[in-house]
């Protein structure tokens, strides 16, 4: 059981910029994909990042691009998304998720291939 623990939500206006943070209870982090997805209400959860274990490889959806950076420290056991330029579109509840990954193939977009999820921190940008 790998327990997830956010962080780093807020309030901020349209523009600014926050940092959330992921902490992992597993001791070979390195052997597991990291995550983040969002939900806004009234919507389903959707892929926000991506980053392998090793933090070489990222992936992000087409809406936050450019914008939001995902990045991990394997020793500290966190991953964390820096978030800029935020827009009110961005407000929602974000969540980061898990998997061991083996080298077998999976896609990281989906909710279904991750195993642990954290409980959620909310974002909310004002115009």
């Known amino acids: 059981q790998v327990q997830l623990v956010e962080s780093g939500g807020g309030l901020v206006q349209a523009g600014g910029s926050l940092r959330l943070s992921c902490e992992a209870s597993?001791?070979?982090?390195?052997?597991?994909?990291m995550g983040w997805f969002r939900q806004a209400p009234g919507k389903e959860r959707e892929f926000v990042a991506a980053?392998?274990?090793?933090?070489?490889?990222?992936l992000y959806a087409d809406s936050v691009k450019g914008r939001f950076t995902i990045s991990r420290d394997n020793a500290k056991n966190t991953v964390w998304l820096q978030m800029n330029s935020l827009k009110p579109e961005d407000t929602a509840v974000y969540s980061c998720?898990?998997?061991?990954?083996?080298?077998?193939?999976?896609?990281?977009?989906?909710?279904?291939?991750?195993?642990?999820w954290g409980q959620g921190t909310q974002v909310t940008v004002s115009s």
């Open positions: 980053i392998s274990g090793s933090g070489g490889s990222t």
């Open positions: 998720a898990t998997r061991r990954t083996d080298g077998s193939p999976w896609t990281p977009r989906r909710v279904y291939e991750y195993t642990y």
């Open positions: 597993e001791r070979t982090f390195s052997s597991y994909a």
